[in-house]
């Protein structure tokens, strides 16, 4: 196809697209049957890794639960087959050691069978500035946050793309998107889960597994106890976010196949406005909106299993 042919389709498509994603503001997208699908759900022992667990339930999913804490899994177990999960199986598995994962992975396919649903949500954070944070928390932060989700891939991405069938969900942060300071290892390790997912995305897409699905998560800070103590500058404009509506939005987002979901929809915009305001500005809107772990914690943050 020659230059002027590709640039009208290129052109032709991408108004189609807008007007397409414009009519689905007034006209709901048709959500997806997940009931039979296995879902695993990494940091499902707490916070919205659990209540994730509820919601996929309720729509007759097979659950898969990770975490390292076995009590909270089984708590999670219980409350997921009260909310009408056919099946609910656990393990205890440290995300950040890859021959944990993958060893586990083996044993998921072997009891369970093949993983079409797979979300990322474990994580941690240390909340220490980058110079006073020791190099093995940072190491930490790098494996469960970043590394982790390779391990998660190459471990049940095969048999998606066998089938051309499955959904990958990567929790990730607003952090991912937007420089925090105070969290530099966090950020970075944020910004990573959110490069990769959008790059396999793309992958699978180039190669014509477009049956494969990928949604990205990036919310703000989220009432969960992963940063206790932290309040926001402007609560009408970036709020806490109550954990119930997190989970919610998440797996509207998975039923819908929506791609990006950023929490609040204010975080769209700041986002778009970092990638075009010069570096002083870019620092004087983060100093306005209060974008720093130092001016938002009252506490300080230690190494933290991602509670949502």
């Given amino acids: 196809m020659n230059f002027f042919l590709e640039t009208i389709q290129v052109l032709l498509l991408s108004i189609w697209y807008n007007v397409e994603s414009f009519i689905h ?7 997806k049957n997940v009931a039979g699908e296995v879902v695993l759900i990494t940091g499902a022992g707490s916070g919205i890794g659990r209540l994730m667990a509820q919601e996929f339930a309720a729509l007759g999913t097979v659950l898969v639960l990770w975490d390292i804490n076995q009590e909270g899994m089984k708590e999670t177990a219980q409350l997921a087959k ?3 999960a056919s099946r609910v199986h656990y393990y205890l598995c440290d995300c950040s050691d890859k021959n944990e994962v993958y060893r586990v992975a083996d044993q998921v396919k072997r009891e369970v069978g093949d993983v079409s649903i797979l979300v990322n949500n474990a994580g941690i ?8 944070a020791p190099d093995s928390l940072i190491e930490k932060t790098m494996e469960v946050n970043t590394m982790a989700h390779f391990w998660t891939y ?3 991405l095969p048999a998606m793309i066998a089938n051309n069938h499955g959904h990958l969900v990567s929790i990730a942060s607003s952090a991912g998107l937007i420089g925090v300071n105070g969290l530099a290892d966090y950020c970075a390790s944020k910004f990573g889960a959110v490069g990769f997912a959008e790059s396999v995305g793309l992958e699978l897409l180039a190669t014509g597994k477009d049956g494969i699905k990928t949604t990205i998560v990036c919310p703000y800070f989220i009432n969960t106890g992963m940063f206790d103590g932290c309040q926001t500058k402007w609560p009408s404009l970036l709020p806490i976010l109550n954990p119930d509506y997190v989970a919610k939005k998440i797996i509207h987002a998975v039923l819908t196949d929506q ?7 204010s975080i769209y915009l700041i986002a778009a406005l970092k990638n075009v305001l010069q570096w002083k500005v870019t620092s004087l809107l983060g100093s306005y909106l209060g974008l720093s772990v130092e001016a938002n914690c009252h506490t300080n943050l230690s190494l933290h299993r991602k509670l949502h």
């Avoid at 503001?25 to 959500?31: D, T």
Wanted: hydrophobic letters at 45%.
């Fill in 25 to 31: 503001l007034f006209v709901p997208r048709r959500k």
């Fill in 82 to 84: 009260q909310s009408g």
């Fill in 125 to 132: 954070v240390t909340g220490k500035k980058f110079m006073d």
């Fill in 154 to 156: 190459k471990a049940f």
């Fill in 259 to 265: 791609v990006y979901l950023l929490l609040p929809k």
